[in-house]
């Protein structure tokens, strides 16, 4: 849903701030967050298994998000190009992506 909201009005949101990716702009940080969560499904079962680890796993997947948000690994960074609302999601999808393979890489060293 927030995917498709930022499709639909990416247009509209660069012409009223003035900017492709503005910061008051958060349906792409939603949808990157997700993709990064639901890596989590392939989670090793004690990732998930009580609270606190549910806890860590979820904190370390949103803290792995805004790591790689931040720094926009390739090809995240290029794809910021692309036409209207697009180019404000995909490089967070893709944000998101890297967030939940590191995480799942980090649940495999750690478990």
Do not use: N
């Not at 989670?43 to 720094?71: K, N, Y």
């Amino acid at each position: 849903a927030f995917s498709a909201a930022c499709v639909a009005q990416g247009d509209i949101a660069e012409s009223v701030f003035g900017k492709k990716d503005h910061g008051s702009i958060v349906a792409d940080e939603v949808a990157g967050q997700a993709i990064a969560l639901i890596a989590l499904a392939f989670a090793p079962a004690e990732a998930t298994s009580t609270w606190w680890a549910a806890m860590l796993t979820t904190g370390g997947a949103f803290l792995a998000f805004r790591l790689t948000d931040i720094v926009k690994p390739p090809p995240a960074r290029q794809l910021q190009v692309l036409p209207s609302g697009w180019g404000v999601l995909v490089d967070d999808l893709v944000a998101g992506l890297y967030a939940g393979i590191l995480v799942l890489l980090v649940l495999q060293i750690i478990l």
